[in-house]
């Protein structure tokens, strides 16, 4: 069964220090999520891609926040300088495309702990 | 905006209890409705989906159904089992616009032999 593909699963990592994350989607599917989810609350939509395109940034923190999908397939994600409030879990998901009703699937995302 | 109300957790129960989730959301037009399981340390799975009014999603004994009058997607299952202790959550997909799904804060589910 194909699955959302991510690494590390774990990254403990110093403030102020730089950390990337990266994810391998579904195979053929064009669009691509980040989302972060710190402990005890739902994701919260970081960064969309339709193909290599970036459709949703609004809630990314661009100051030290990027993401990238070069080729329209995988994509990394990366935190620099990295703060305290960045621990979280990161997840990544994929679907085929811009069609309404069909649901998201999700990577085992990255824990992140920055001390 | 576009936004999931979820009841808040914990939730405990007693192993082949009824349970009741209940869901709620704010959204124009008919979105598609979803509930994702997250087990500890893992990533989230689709549980079931209904992505128009009245429609019933079902899946591993778990159901709910598109309530559009009273914008309402509660998870229900009649007799749960230790193995579905985990955390659900609701979720949205916009009719049009936004692409991406929004989140409840999600449940948290124990269930006790």
């Known amino acids: 069964e194909a699955e959302v593909a991510q690494s590390p699963r774990y990254k403990i990592t110093e403030k102020s220090q730089a950390v990337a994350f990266w994810c391998d989607p579904i195979?053929?599917?064009?669009?691509l999520y980040w989302y972060r989810q710190i402990l005890g609350q739902g994701p919260e939509l970081l960064v969309q891609f339709q193909d290599e395109s970036v459709v949703d940034d609004s809630q990314l923190p661009k100051d030290r926040f990027s993401a990238e999908r070069l080729k329209g397939v995988d994509s990394t994600l990366k935190i620099q300088p990295a703060e305290l409030g960045d621990s979280a879990m990161y997840l990544c998901a994929s679907s085929p495309g811009l069609v309404q009703n069909t649901e998201a699937f999700f990577g085992q995302g990255t824990r992140l702990t920055v001390v | 905006g576009d936004s999931v109300t979820q009841m808040e957790g914990p939730v405990t129960l007693s192993e082949e209890a009824f349970l009741t989730i209940n869901c709620t959301y704010t959204?124009?037009?008919?979105?598609?409705l979803f509930w994702y399981v997250q087990y500890p340390g893992e990533g989230l799975q689709l549980l079931l989906k209904a992505t128009k009014a009245d429609d019933k999603g079902s899946n591993k004994g778990f159901e709910a159904t598109y309530r559009k009058e009273t914008t309402s997607f509660h998870l229900e299952k009649g007799s749960v089992q230790v193995s579905d202790s985990a955390v659900y959550f609701c979720a949205l997909r916009p009719a049009t616009g936004a692409n991406n799904l929004f989140f409840g804060t999600g449940t948290r589910l124990t269930v006790i032999p």
């Open positions: 959204a124009t037009g008919y979105p598609s």
């Open positions: 195979s053929g599917h064009a669009t």
